[in-house]
């Protein structure tokens, strides 16, 4: 992957509405540049062959079953 220029990064920065020295403009392009380079390496993986999916795990609904228990009188709960 190619490095972000300045430019680019000055772009970013003000789409984000920060604001940006030149140096630390110059720091963060190199900074970006690493991690996208960095990232780029799951470009190499050969995925064609896993399924999508929302979880790493197999998750179904964690939560207990609904069950009609007694609550409350309105007067208690309101009370003061």
């Not at 990064?9 to 970006?32: K, P």
């Not at 050969?46 to 609550?71: C, G, M, Q, Y």
């Amino acid at each position: 992957m190619a490095k972000l220029t300045i430019e680019e990064v000055r772009n970013v920065a003000h789409l984000s509405r920060l604001e940006m020295t030149d140096d630390e403009l110059d720091v963060f392009a190199g900074q970006l540049s690493k991690i996208l380079e960095y990232a780029s390496m799951l470009d190499e993986l050969d995925i064609k062959d896993v399924e999508p999916t929302s979880h790493v795990i197999p998750l179904k609904n964690v939560f207990r079953a609904d069950e009609v228990k007694p609550s409350l009188p309105v007067e208690e709960v309101l009370a003061d």
